[in-house]
């Protein structure tokens, strides 16, 4: 399955549109040098053409993750129940040991454990398998039934590992922005960071723009309004890393996690001094 969905939108009773979902890209491009490789597409997404999106990946030389920056734009008025960016899906068991369909061989469990930090920086973790129902959903206290957690859409970096396999992927966050170019309102619908596992064979965390009010078949579980000209925009990066597994403390194990987001977010600037430049 593709592992980055840039953007996506679902609008009920239609279906999700993803930027995957394009059959070919209505425009891309390439570019690149001694330092950088941009790849970078954009163009009406394939089911919802009044919604114009663009995703670009900049590999740098020398830097151990993937800048992306993405946008959406709303060209007309819109009704959707979901609008996410920045969503990672990847394989994981519906049940642990089991198939999803009898004679199928179960997915591979991609990652064992989430990782992110608290409001005090302090690294939280959280065992994928550690919490399922009889049908192989997340089942924690305080959430939804299917949701891992449920965090702050500017949280600094998610993170997904398997510590005895010694691999990591981690979003790092830089910026985000919601606006309207035709001064119409701009939804504040729940936005949020999301980490779930249903027992559909995946895991994923996902960054949404636009999210319902409610729980699922709740009477708050309805779409939101989008005015014409809204703009929703995210600058992050991806991260592949080796997490430690000497079973330390979180915060060491998940060091290139946390040292890579510093980079990310203050990278190394020019300091004018005096009274130019001009």
Same mark, same amino acid.
């Given at each position: @399955? ?11 009773? &239609?279906?999700? %549109? ?13 570019? =690149? ?11 009406? *997404? &394939?089911? +919802? ?7 670009? +990946? ?13 946008? @959406? ?26 198939? &999803? ?27 994928? @398998? ?10 924690? %206290? =305080? ?25 990591? *992927? ?12 035709? =001064? ?9 960071? +999301? ?8 895991? +994923?965390?996902?960054?949404? @723009? ?37 079973? =330390?403390?979180? &915060? ?27």
């Amino acid at each position: @399955m593709p592992i980055h969905f840039g953007t996506d939108v679902w609008s009920p009773p &239609q279906g999700w %549109d993803h930027d995957y979902d394009w059959k070919a890209p209505p425009n891309q491009r390439c570019e =690149g040098g001694a330092t950088a490789f941009r790849y970078h597409r954009w163009g009406p *997404m &394939q089911r +919802y053409r009044d919604v114009t999106t663009s995703i670009t +990946y900049t590999f740098y030389a020398h830097v151990p993750y993937v800048h992306v920056s993405s946008t @959406m734009d709303f060209t007309e008025d819109r009704s959707a129940r979901m609008v996410r960016m920045g969503e990672i899906v990847v394989d994981h068991s519906a049940k642990p040991g089991s198939a &999803q369909n009898e004679g199928e061989t179960p997915p591979a469990d991609v990652f064992s454990h989430y990782a992110w930090p608290d409001a005090a920086g302090a690294v939280v973790e959280r065992d994928v @398998m550690a919490s399922l129902d009889e049908e192989g959903w997340a089942a924690l %206290d =305080g959430l939804a039934r299917g949701a891992l957690a449920i965090l702050e859409r500017d949280v600094p970096w998610v993170a997904a590992y398997d510590a005895e396999r010694g691999y990591g *992927m981690a979003t790092l966050r830089r910026a985000q922005f919601a606006g309207n170019r035709l =001064g119409g309102p701009i939804p504040h619908s729940a936005p949020c960071t +999301y980490l779930s596992n249903y027992g559909w064979g995946f895991t +994923y965390w996902s960054r949404p @723009m636009v999210a319902p009010l409610g729980q699922r078949q709740t009477p708050l579980d309805r779409n939101t309004a989008i005015a014409a000209g809204t703009l929703f925009a995210t600058e992050e990066a991806l991260l592949v890393f080796e997490p430690g597994n000497d079973g =330390g403390p979180a &915060q060491e194990r998940l060091k290139e996690v946390t040292e890579a987001q510093a980079r990310f977010v203050r990278p190394l600037r020019f300091v004018y001094k005096g009274t130019g430049p001009w």
